[in-house]
Structures are given as structure tokens and as C-alpha cells.
């Protein structure tokens, strides 16, 4: 019997330091963390999720992208969900944001089943995680497992939603100080620039990177990329039509796969801060992982899902810290 006990306290001790230990590298998020409190929450997400992307192909992208934007905000908040409401200036109206991210209904959608299933339980913060998880999955990508327990902000900071998301016309420079200033490095901003093998982006957001002269001249002296750079003059004038829209990847606009790395070896990248991984990487390093991803998909898909789970728990709320909204869109009275 004794022999059991001990076994027994030992196991105890094993699985408490290693739930120590995953606490601290997520920041004490965890797995399974609705298991008790809201077991169907993650099937709820899934579902409506799925549902979403097949009324509208395109919302894959845009629910991955609005955890992107609300992770390099504050930290992975679901601030970016406020609107306007008394001292709060919604992130929504910055320049990296407005007219461009979407999804917000269908994150409203999820949130009142949740309600409906699991009063004040499940954080806005943890939907927009588990959504660009599963918009990922059903165009074809990668499934990971999503660590959960973040709470939702009490504010918004449209400065630094002007600040910190990265411009589509980035220079490289500054995509990696933007990416370090979160606590990610290069390998997390070459495998997270792979999501833009979903979605699409608007004129003005891809105009500089076409009728850019010193751009062609300096990175396409053979005159290679001609046929593609015509394709996108006739979307994008070099005045108006500033919402006309083109894929981010010609090649597979629909499915999440490594194309997008074949796309910019080629020069054939839609917005400025794509092609400047090849263009402007003097030390090479960054070519190398380019290169690996564009050759080995399964590759890029472990690298994507480790640094999406790395990026969701940049300055996450625990505990006591935020709350758990009601409403997305409010802050609860």
C-alpha cells in the first residue's frame, strides 16, 4: 500500500509540474479549460465557424486576421472588438483596420449561443483564438491545440492599433521590429506572413507595391514579373478604385497552403511587406526559411501552428485581470 501512496503522490507531483510548467510558457493558459464550466464551447465555435466560411470563403481569412490585429494591440485581448462607447475609441477606425477587418457578425453570432449555453464564461478573447484556429483547418490548413483562460480588456488603443500593426507596405526592417516589439522572432514573422495564402486585400493597400519605379527597378531589372505586375494595374489604377480587391495568393486564393512562399520567390507576392522577405533580407536567413517553407508544406504548417500558438499569448488577462464580456462590442456595464 505504501508503495501505491507513494507512486500515486509522485504521479500527482509529475502532472502538477508539468501543468507548473505549461502555465508558465503560456502564460497560464490552458487546455481544456471550458471542459467543466462550458464543455460544448469549443464545438459551438467550430460549428458557426464552419458555418460562416460557407456562406463567405473569404471570412477564413478575415477571422485569422482579427486575431492578428487584436494580438499586436495590447496583447490578445478581443479589444479590437470594442466600438465606441463613452471614453472608448474603438480600434476599429484605424488606419490598419478600417474598411479592411471583418468577421465582426459572425463573432457576435458565436458570442450569443455562448451566452445563451454558458452565461459570462467564455471570453471574446478565446473566441477570436479558437475561430482563426478552425477558419485555418477548413480552408485545408493546419489544426492545432488552442490554449485558453484569456479575458477580455476594459479599453481599446486605436493608437496603438496605428502603431503596431504592421503596414502592408512595411519595409523588412520594420516587420521585424514590429514582430520583436511582441516578443516574436524571425521565424514567427516568416511563418505568420504565411497566412496571407487566404484572403484578399484592397487597391490601396497594394498600389505602392505597383507603381512603386524604384521598387521595379531595383528588385526586377530582367523585367521578370511583368505579366503579373499588368494583372494588378488593371485592379488597381494608379489613382481611384481604392477598394477594388485582389487575392493575396493568384496561385490557390482559397486554400491555406505554402504557395504563398512559392509566390514571393517568384515575385509574385500582392503587397509590399510580402516581397521584402526576399528582397530586402541581406543576411539571408530569412531567404533560407522562405525557401524551406515553399519546399515542404508540412513543415510550414508546424512553424505556422507553433507561432499562432506563441502569438496568442502575447500579454494575455488572467485571473482577476479584464473580464468576460457580455456583449463583444461593450464592456459590461
Known amino acids: 500500500m505504501e508503495i501505491i501512496r507513494t507512486s500515486f503522490i509522485l504521479v500527482i507531483f509529475v502532472l502538477n509540474m508539468v501543468r507548473i510548467t505549461l502555465s508558465v510558457e503560456n ?42 490585429h487584436d494580438c499586436f494591440v495590447m496583447g490578445c485581448d478581443a ?55 478552425d477558419a485555418v483547418t477548413l480552408r485545408g490548413g493546419p489544426r492545432w491545440k488552442v490554449w485558453l483562460g484569456r479575458r477580455d480588456s476594459v479599453k481599446a488603443s486605436l493608437d496603438g492599433a496605428n502603431q503596431f500593426i ?43 507595391r505597383v507603381y512603386d519605379i524604384n521598387m521595379e527597378e531595383k528588385h526586377d531589372k530582367y523585367k521578370r514579373y511583368r505579366t503579373f505586375r499588368r494583372i494588378l494595374r488593371s485592379i488597381c489604377p494608379d489613382s481611384g478604385r481604392d477598394d477594388a480587391i485582389a487575392p493575396l495568393d493568384f496561385s490557390t486564393p482559397v486554400k491555406f497552403d505554402n504557395h504563398y512562399y512559392i509566390n514571393i520567390l517568384e515575385g509574385n507576392g500582392l503587397l509590399g511587406s510580402d516581397n521584402v ?11 533560407k526559411l522562405v525557401w524551406a517553407f515553399a519546399a515542404n508544406e ?24 479584464g473580464e468576460i464580456r457580455k456583449n463583444c462590442r461593450f464592456v459590461n456595464p
Do not use: W
Request: aromatic share 6%.
Open 27 to 68: 502564460e497560464v493558459l490552458y487546455l481544456d479549460y471550458y471542459k467543466e464550466t462550458c464543455p460544448l464551447a469549443e464545438e459551438i465555435v467550430s460549428r458557426n465557424v464552419e458555418i460562416a466560411v460557407l456562406k463567405d470563403p473569404r471570412m477564413a481569412a478575415s477571422l485569422l486576421r482579427l486575431h492578428f
Open 79 to 133: 479589444s479590437i472588438l470594442l466600438d465606441n462607447h463613452g471614453d472608448i475609441i474603438s480600434e476599429k477606425q484605424a488606419g490598419p483596420n478600417l474598411n479592411s477587418v471583418r468577421g465582426f457578425k459572425v463573432i457576435d453570432e458565436i458570442k450569443y449561443i455562448l451566452e445563451e449555453a454558458c452565461p459570462l464564461t467564455v471570453s471574446c478573447a478565446d473566441i477570436l483564438a479558437m475561430a482563426a484556429r
Open 166 to 208: 504592421p503596414s502592408p507596405n512595411s519595409s523588412l526592417e520594420t516587420l521585424i521590429s514590429n514582430f520583436n516589439e511582441q516578443g516574436l522572432d524571425i521565424e514567427d514573422l516568416v511563418a505568420l506572413s504565411g497566412g496571407h495564402t487566404l484572403g484578399k486585400a484592397r487597391c490601396v493597400s497594394f498600389r505602392q
Open 277 to 287: 522577405l526576399v528582397t530586402e533580407d541581406h543576411e539571408g536567413e530569412i531567404i
Open 298 to 321: 508540412e513543415l510550414f504548417f508546424s512553424s505556422f501552428a507553433k507561432s499562432i500558438v506563441k502569438m496568442g499569448s502575447i500579454n494575455v488577462l488572467t485571473g482577476l485581470e
